[in-house]
């Protein structure tokens, strides 16, 4: 590490910090607040990643490097301030520099709001590739929208999800360069003609995409990259005649409309919103994407043929798809190239990473629709079609991008990439298998995987101190960029000294974490109890469902039987999307599940159940490090990988968890014996579900189950409304389409043989630190190196 925490160092920062709260804050430093300190602390820590920004810069432009654009509509940042100072090595030398000005780093850290530009795993993976790239030096740009509001705050009032909207742009966000200079014009419906042989498309709606710029600096800083992140602003300024006549808020119209651009992040990534609003977003952030990578490579000098040697676009799921439509026009139209040479250019260019199989998240627009917002993209797109359809004259019918006048954004995708992805092994076989088998039988080697990874700078180095100072102490500093040296952990685990250490650190973490409870919460929770941990988007495949359902039978068996089992703490969090009922509904059940179960006087020392609201990414930094127990039981065959699951186990958490996404390769790596596995595999869903008497079969062969669902049915949990899970226990009955009934037995065994683990010490540390030993596959520098030789072709620059 560079930077040492020296006397000099710390004095350094101090003055900068000094000159900031004068100078940029404007307050005398007596009279500075919370809120001074911490943005002059950000902004004396941006100068030192401004130097190495630069450098990062000028040496791709020197080099002649070939840079890689990582498209997303969705970047879950979370907070900077503690990243940036870990990645330049100033944590220490920060808090000592504060605590010289009577100020607590802690508690500055503590107030900056998370920068929520995305929902779920797509936007968090996006985030850590961010740091990866930066940190192994490949040269690149994020490119995403600069939403004024992102996800919604969640709130739970009366066990009931409400959503707030959103405000982290109410304070000044330190971290960004606003670049008025660079903006495009970004053009919606209108006409297109023909002149001289060209398409020209005047549209009838113009607005401006103007750039803000994060840089995003490596660990050891010796690298840093852009996040590019576009607002829109209204290309004609308000209509002063109008103004003039007293029409005062038509005469905003042109900016309010823009604004509207960038105003939302859509809340929800596992179902497709069908909105014209959203399909202008997509638009909008490819569309100033693309004219700024053109307008980089001719600044470079370069021929537009030598296009797919210096750039390479990734689009993060289908939601960045018109980049092929889009790039066609820009060489087409604009640049005077041909087709055939602008489509081999594009597919060259661009690669496609699929997040879901889910069929509901597939994007799919009306031709209508597409035809009328983008007319000119809806002509291309479809010859985009035809010449995809005369290369393979072969093919099926049902095979192509415009289908019962819809636009299929996957097969878009698809056709225009050269590399097209999954996100773990399983999760690769089935794009293959189910998704895509013609277009894969087309274009054999098209298809790839790329297991996702978690950055372990934010993920243990920042969100579990303790740990990481074992793992240092013990294995020596550089794993934080290599993270396969966790190895070396391997021959402590049968040391009772070192598994103590773990222990302690694990329970340090525990107590941080009963603190937090008790402050917010106002629950005193013990922390000798097993940490059970559900956090993530709530959606039905996710299954929050089974682990309540077994959180009721467990509680049973503890009223029947006190001191039956271990004391647990049961850990929920996540937020549904506002549309999904059934998800709002599940989490209502486990809050009201929640008041019942922790009033009663026979099991609240043996079993208490949590649901703190407004999970996010630093909500995640607190819960993984305090985590016994890691919930990822999807129905298999529907999560594409999961992250969450890796940065549990990660921190020394054991997984009890299904066959499905990244879970299936965990296993692999930790050891089949440091996991508790359960559950149907993918085949065996698609088996299970040909029996329509599934779930009813299930439930009759499962005491338990039955006696819960009749409780939940006659209103136990809800005694104001006895009927208001009439419908959900109707709907396990009767269709369990995730297969809740199926799992649940095995399930329910699965948790019994995680007491008797816990209950032997010996054996749950040593299975433990295996997994943080185990998991230095799951790094994400190893999946952008990946991204790197297998779809980009590009090379560090370090
Ligand atoms: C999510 C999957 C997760 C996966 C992340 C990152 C979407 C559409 N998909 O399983 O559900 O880990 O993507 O790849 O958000």
Redesign the pocket.
Known sequence: MPNETTAASVAALRADVLRHITYTMGKDAPHASHYDWRLALSFALRDRIVEPWFAATRRTWETGAKRVYYLSMEFLVGRLLEDAAINLGLRDVAREALAGLGVDFATLVGEEPDAALG???????AACYMDSMATLGCPGYGYGIRYEHGLFRQSIVNGEQREQAEDWLTQRHPWEFERPESAYVIGFRGEVTHAQGRAVWTPAETVHAEAHDTPVIGWGSRWANTLRLWSAKPTALFDLARFNHGEYAAAAEPEALARTLSRVLYPD??TFAGKELRLKQEYFLVSAALQDILRRHLAGGHALSDLPALAAIQMN?THPALAGPELVRLLVDVHGMGFKEAISIAVACLGY?N??LLPE?LERWATYLLGSVLPRHMQIIEEIDAWHARQHPTRPHWVGIVKHHEVRMGDLAFITSHRVNG??AL?SKLVKKTLFPELDALHPGRVVNVT?GVTPRRWLRLANPTLATLVTGSIGPGWEADLERLQGLEPLVEDAGFRAEFAAAKRSNKIALTDWLRQTQGIEANPDAIFDVQVKRVHEYKRQLLNILQTIAHWQRLRENPGSALPRLRVFGGKAAPGYQAAKEIIRLINDVAVVVNADPKTRDALQIVYPENYNVSMAERLVPAADLSEQISTAGK?????GNMKFALNGALTIGTLD??NVEIREHVGAENFFLFGLTAAEVTERRRDPEHARKAILANQPLQDVLQMIAEGRFSPDDPSRYHGLVHNIWNSDYFLVASDFAAYDAAQAQVDVAFGDPDRWWRMAALNTARMGYFSSDRAIREYMTEIWGTKSAL
């Open positions: 929902n779920g795993g797509l936007g968090r993976l990534d596992t799921d990473t997040h879901t998240a996100v773990s999760h996702n999560e594409a990988s999961g992250t996404g990244a």
